[in-house]
């Protein structure tokens, strides 16, 4: 098993952030965006990043759903989160032992991690900010950050 990006650490990843909605619910697409802004937050003028940023970085985002969702069963399983099917989809929020829980965990980074689920979710309740508008302001940075790295005339290509 892989333990990097695991249903378990991802599962954990996701409880931080229902935790510090809780008891608010969060469907898919806001759990995706948080996660990138909990780990990313020096991207927005945010607090020091947890993780760096990678080349691959518009992957990243894209594997994240399927892999949030797959810690989303993770936690369902273990008691740690409800879902709620409503009239737009799917929501999920930490269950009543789920809070709990994310506070025994004392590992530095747990503790960190819990601290930019708490930045994270008090950006995400500004008002107009939405999900798919702030997912498509993150991609068009990667883009414009990879089309600065591009030769811009031929003498750029010979060494």
């Given at each position: 098993?892989?333990?990097?990006?695991s249903p378990?650490?991802?599962?954990?990843?996701?409880?931080?952030?229902?935790?510090?909605?809780?008891?608010?619910?969060?469907?898919?697409?806001?759990?995706?965006?948080?996660?990138?802004l909990?780990?990313?937050?020096?991207?927005?003028?945010?607090?020091?990043?947890?993780?760096?940023?990678?080349?691959?970085?518009?992957?990243?985002?894209?594997?994240?759903?399927?892999?949030?969702e797959?810690?989303?069963?993770?936690?369902?399983?273990?008691?740690?989160?409800?879902?709620e099917?409503?009239?737009?989809?799917?929501?999920?929020?930490?269950?009543?032992?789920?809070?709990?829980?994310?506070?025994?965990?004392?590992?530095?980074?747990?503790?960190?991690?819990?601290?930019?689920?708490?930045?994270?979710?008090?950006?995400?309740?500004?008002?107009?900010?939405?999900v798919?508008?702030?997912?498509?302001?993150?991609?068009?940075?990667?883009?414009?950050?990879?089309?600065?790295?591009?030769?811009?005339?031929?003498?750029?290509?010979?060494?």
């Amino acid at each position: 098993m892989n333990p990097l990006n695991s249903p378990l650490e991802v599962g954990m990843r996701t409880l931080m952030l229902l935790a510090a909605a809780f008891p608010q619910p969060l469907d898919v697409g806001q759990l995706v965006y948080l996660d990138h802004l909990m780990l990313h937050s020096s991207e927005v003028d945010g607090p020091p990043s947890l993780h760096p940023t990678l080349p691959a970085g518009p992957g990243e985002l894209a594997m994240k759903r399927g892999l949030i969702e797959q810690g989303l069963i993770v936690l369902l399983r273990a008691g740690l989160a409800d879902i709620e099917a409503t009239a737009d989809g799917l929501l999920y929020r930490a269950s009543e032992e789920g809070p709990g829980f994310v506070d025994i965990l004392a590992a530095p980074y747990a503790g960190a991690l819990k601290e930019r689920a708490s930045w994270a979710i008090g950006i995400e309740a500004l008002p107009d900010q939405s999900v798919r508008a702030q997912t498509q302001a993150i991609t068009q940075r990667w883009a414009e950050d990879f089309a600065s790295r591009l030769p811009t005339s031929e003498s750029d290509l010979t060494p």
